[in-house]
Antibody, heavy 118, light 110 residues
Framework: QVQLQESGPGLVKPSETLSLTCTVS?????????WSWVRQPPGKGLEWIGE???????NYNPSLKSRVTILLDKSRNQLSLRLSSVTAADTALYFC???????????WGQGTMVTVSS | QSALTQPASVSGSPGQSITISCTGT?????????VSWYQQHPGKAPKLIIY???HRPSGVSNRFSGSKSGNTASLTISGLQAEDEADYYC??????????FGGGTKLTVL
């Protein structure tokens, strides 16, 4: 059974960099899958942040592309998200997810809440 | 990229059928059969209920069905049940090799 678990600081100061980790169990990030980050501001809808393939290829949301980096750590079976120069608008519940078909996120972590505030 | 357009809310009585629309453009929904639908209950992670327009993941009730015509995708829930009350999101692949979500639809079971 594949499980995803997000982790990271729950509070980040404005202008700093948000860093999150998604630990994968029951599957290898080396497998032929795409892994994504999705966020959801409080009371609002889902926003796709970006994705990374098992080979390290990435695609990012154009609105966030200049600030986002998604990486794989194959030794730890983890993927990470870095979002720079954060503002209050980046306050959200952040999910990692694995595709099971083209752009279909069939496996999700429980999410981790990040608040941007001084 | 612009979010796909969904109605903010829909409602129906138990046993009835409802349909939620999701409108995009030829650069997303209209250009690909990579439309997915998610159900999200409060405080929970989204759950995939339809992928590739009309396919159901294992374990998802056959009361959920999906379709697409042109730039608009639709999710139909038949035999509405109280447990179906949730938020529903569509998503699609785009020509920019990205994924775009709809704004979400709140389903109320009367």
């Amino acid at each position: 059974q594949v499980q995803l678990q997000e982790s990271g600081p729950g509070l980040v100061k404005p202008s700093e960099t948000l860093s999150l980790t998604c630990t994968v169990s029951g599957d290898s990030i080396r497998s032929s899958n795409w892994w994504s980050w999705v966020r959801q501001p409080p009371g609002k809808g889902l926003e796709w942040i970006g994705e990374i393939s098992h080979t390290g290829s990435t695609n990012y949301n154009p609105s966030l592309k200049s600030r986002v980096t998604i990486l794989l750590d194959k030794s730890r079976n983890q993927l990470s998200l870095r979002l720079s120069s954060v503002t209050a608008a980046d306050t959200a519940l952040y999910f990692c997810a694995r595709e099971i078909a083209s752009d279909a996120f069939g496996i999700w972590g429980q999410g981790t809440m990040v608040t941007v505030s001084s | 990229q612009s979010a796909l357009t969904q109605p903010a809310s829909v409602s129906g009585s138990p046993g009835q059928s409802i349909t939620i629309s999701c409108t995009g453009t030829s650069s997303d929904i209209g250009g690909y059969n990579s439309v997915s639908w998610y159900q999200q209950h409060p405080g929970k992670a989204p759950k995939l209920i339809i992928y590739e327009v009309s396919h159901r993941p294992s374990g998802v009730s056959n009361r959920f069905s999906g379709s697409k015509s042109g730039n608009t995708a639709s999710l139909t829930i038949s035999g509405l049940q109280a447990e179906d009350e949730a938020d529903y999101y569509c998503s699609s692949h785009t020509t920019s090799s990205t994924t775009v979500f709809g704004g979400g639809t709140k389903l109320t079971v009367l």
